[in-house]
């Protein structure tokens, strides 16, 4: 399980460090889950860029971006979303840049949520790439 927790950081970017690298291979994207603040009533979307998804063009979107979009509303404390897609994946670079949007715009006011959580299961465990730090 590949589980990625992203906050409302500068500009939306998130640096996510891994432990190790993970080579090519199909995933599954299992499930989203957005902690939000309650401080802002309605509804909206968050999208969330990585890169290992969008260099595998799997996600198609009009804006180009190959974003996961997650809807959002906020009249509830916590948003939780099942998806079971399967997705191919580029190489996993154990540090990496993961961008949250808001309504197409990089994330500037981290006000609108806690945290994002994703969770993603990986076809192989014997796929990685252990390489010392």
């Given at each position: 399980m590949l589980h990625l927790?992203?906050?409302?950081?500068?500009?939306?970017?998130?640096?996510?460090d891994l432990p190790h690298t993970i080579n090519a291979q199909n995933m599954i994207l299992?499930?989203?889950?957005v902690i939000h603040k309650n401080n802002t009533h309605?509804?909206?979307?968050i999208e969330v860029f990585l890169p290992?998804?969008?260099?595998?063009?799997?996600?198609?979107?009009?804006d180009k971006?190959?974003?996961?979009?997650?809807?959002?509303n906020q009249n509830e404390k916590n948003t939780h979303i099942e998806y079971n897609i399967r997705l191919g994946s580029n190489h996993i670079d154990r540090v990496f840049t993961a961008i949250v949007y808001e309504d197409g715009a990089p994330l500037v006011d981290q006000n609108d949520f806690q945290q994002i959580e994703l969770f993603f299961e990986?076809?192989?465990?014997?796929?990685?790439?252990?390489?010392?730090?």
């Amino acid at each position: 399980m590949l589980h990625l927790h992203l906050y409302g950081q500068t500009a939306g970017k998130n640096l996510i460090d891994l432990p190790h690298t993970i080579n090519a291979q199909n995933m599954i994207l299992r499930s989203a889950h957005v902690i939000h603040k309650n401080n802002t009533h309605g509804k909206y979307n968050i999208e969330v860029f990585l890169p290992f998804i969008n260099g595998a063009d799997e996600i198609i979107t009009n804006d180009k971006r190959g974003c996961i979009t997650i809807p959002i509303n906020q009249n509830e404390k916590n948003t939780h979303i099942e998806y079971n897609i399967r997705l191919g994946s580029n190489h996993i670079d154990r540090v990496f840049t993961a961008i949250v949007y808001e309504d197409g715009a990089p994330l500037v006011d981290q006000n609108d949520f806690q945290q994002i959580e994703l969770f993603f299961e990986y076809e192989t465990h014997t796929n990685f790439s252990h390489k010392p730090h």
